[in-house]
């Protein structure tokens, strides 16, 4: 293996701090040098840039016009610039770069502390962040959101029939998403900015008046959270498969052939599943595991991943509804608004600024979730038109399979010279031994552990840890209680269940722990049958939490190896509210 993927990118010298945090949850996988070069590390770098000359929290000119600044590929994974998010934190009207990190970083060791350097200070930026702050505060719809939506929804119904375009038609289908996908980036750092100022604005008073452990209370149970739909779309299926007898002998057969006998099979109830799945692929088939990444076998395209998740809610009963758990977050959410406002009766200033700042953090949380539902409706229009390309390459005996398509690279802004994919589609026959190779090294870069934190270098790719090399851990005793990060509140007490690979819940039953090593929107589903969710890494505004916030399960975060410490099958206590994992 080289030390070098050689999709790799420079390295900012002027920023020069990154982070898988958040990145990790992003793209968990290596990137392909397609979804470098049309995808998150193109439209998604150009889209941040705008998201902070937007805000005005940067100028132009601080931007290195030779490299990426926001966003790196480094051993082929993608990290996250640190340096700027920081730069906002100082720059940012009531934040500090402290603040930023423990939305970022939760509690995770080894993170470098902030050092003030010369420039990082700037009253004009400041006061433009000041104003982009004070409209945040003032709103109480995100309109500009469903125009996005309605946007985006016609782009998708007026995909044209893929297999009657040639093929550099649909290499510029996926061209043309670039300007769409960079639009819609800028929008979903906005939101997420937005995001956490409401949090932190909340967590100041809760601070403040010495009830931090109602913060997580305060921020629950919100509603319309866009990663959170699936689940409750499956939750509707899996009481169709209850309700059925036949249908429920179906799933007891194996799990992979289980797509195919739904839609071969005459059993009562068939048809309403076969229309509510036809449903659901046409509303949520674009999203995944590692959604953001073009290689990715989304939903529509694997179609078992989706029955897998309705397999674990079957088990369910009517009385172990989500809806159950979401009415009783949502209540104490309530009853601890009204508690804090009624405390903060004689400070009216405060509680002026308590209301706002939690009214902007559930507007924005949501809406950060919807922005991301709007990214990946267009990911997914890049990534089919690219699958019909390697699916006729493959026919034609160019490609070993449709996937291989995915290590070709583009030009910068879809310029011919030096387009990889141009030179594909021109004569196919030199590429494959090319190919090939690449796909092999690229595969081998999923061996790797990359750094959480780089700072100024890139260490060669020899030098990081690799899975299959990890020494072992010795699993917590009785009696061991772990810390992380509160992620939704709330006590749970149930087998833990270590789950590597949400395709792959067979053990999880209802009332199970789900002990996962990140999360991303495949995962969500097994939230549903789970009793309480811990992740290794994660902070406040990463997805484990604003799910489990919306499913009203306990949740605690950046549990740091829970992997590997926490023995499957224990019995552990998951106590939402503190953060803590106690091992019995």
Not at 137 to 144: G, R
Not at 277 to 286: D, Q
Request: charged share 20%; aromatic share 8%.
């Amino acid at each position: 293996m080289v030390d070098h993927w050689f999709a790799d990118l420079a390295m900012s010298e002027r920023y020069p701090i990154y982070t898988r945090a958040n990145a990790g949850e992003v793209m968990p996988d290596p990137v392909s040098p397609a979804s470098v070069s049309l995808g998150m590390l193109l439209a998604g770098e150009k889209g941040w840039r705008d998201a902070y000359t937007s805000t005005g929290m940067l100028a132009v000119a601080e931007f290195e016009d030779d490299r990426p600044n926001t966003i790196g590929c480094f051993g082929g994974y993608l990290f996250l610039n640190m340096s700027l998010t920081r730069i906002f934190g100082v720059r940012c009207p009531g934040m500090t770069p402290e603040m930023v990190d423990l939305q970022y970083f939760g509690t995770m060791p080894g993170i470098p502390p902030y050092v003030l350097r010369p420039g990082d200070e700037n009253e004009t930026r400041s006061a433009q962040l000041g104003l982009w702050v004070a409209s945040i505060f003032q709103q109480d719809d995100l309109p500009e959101l469903r125009a996005d939506a309605t946007r985006v929804e016609a782009i998708v119904v007026g995909r044209p029939d893929f297999s009657q375009l040639t093929d550099r038609e649909l290499l510029a289908r996926a061209r043309a998403m670039v300007p769409e996908y960079r639009a819609l980036f800028e929008r979903h750092i906005q939101v997420s900015s937005a995001s956490g100022l409401g949090i932190g604005t909340v967590a100041g008073v809760c601070d403040a008046i010495g009830q931090p452990g109602l913060l997580m209370a305060l921020i629950s149970g919100a509603g319309d959270v866009d990663s959170a739909a699936p689940s409750w779309s499956m939750w509707e299926m899996s009481r169709v498969v209850r309700s059925s007898v036949a249908l429920q002998e179906l799933f007891d057969g194996p799990i992979n052939e289980l797509y195919a006998r739904i839609q071969s099979d005459d059993v009562a109830g068939a048809d309403t599943l076969r229309a509510m799945l036809a449903a659901f692929m046409v509303r949520f088939g674009c999203r995944g595991p590692n959604e953001w990444e073009f290689r990715s076998l989304t939903w529509d395209i694997k179609p078992e991943l989706v029955l897998v998740a309705v397999d674990r809610m079957r088990l369910m009963t009517d009385d172990q509804s989500p809806q159950i758990n979401f009415d009783r977050v949502k209540a104490d959410r309530e009853n601890a608004t009204v508690a804090i406002t009624a405390a903060l009766a004689g400070n009216p200033e405060v509680q002026a600024q308590f209301q706002a700042g939690l009214r902007a953090a559930l507007l924005f949380s949501a809406g950060r979730e919807r922005t991301k539902t709007n990214n990946i409706r267009i990911v997914h229009e890049q990534r089919l038109a690219l699958r019909e390309l390697g699916r006729r390459a493959m026919e034609h005996g160019h490609l070993d399979n449709i996937e291989q398509i995915f290590m070709l690279s583009d030009a910068p802004d879809g310029v011919a010279l030096n387009s990889e994919f141009e030179a594909f589609i021109a004569d196919a026959s030199p590429w494959l031994t090319v190919i090939r190779q690449r796909e092999a090294q690229y595969l081998e870069l999923f061996d790797y552990i990359p750094p959480f934190v780089l700072n100024g270098q890139v260490p060669p790719l020899h030098t990081w840890e690799r899975r299959s090399h990890r020494e072992s851990v010795d699993v917590a005793q009785p009696g061991t209680v772990l810390t992380g990060i509160a992620g939704c509140p709330g006590v749970a007490t149930g087998r833990a269940r270590i789950i590597m690979d949400p395709s792959d819940p067979g053990a999880l039953e209802p009332g199970d722990i789900l002990v996962a090593p990140t999360t991303d929107p495949a995962w969500t589903p097994l939230f549903v049958p789970a009793a309480a969710v811990v992740v290794n890494v994660g902070a406040q505004i990463t997805h484990a939490v604003i799910v489990s916030r919306e499913l009203g399960i306990p949740c605690v975060v950046s549990v740091i190896d829970a992997t590997r410490l926490i023995p499957d099958g224990a019995t552990i206590t998951v106590d939402g509210t503190n953060g803590t994992v106690t091992i019995h």
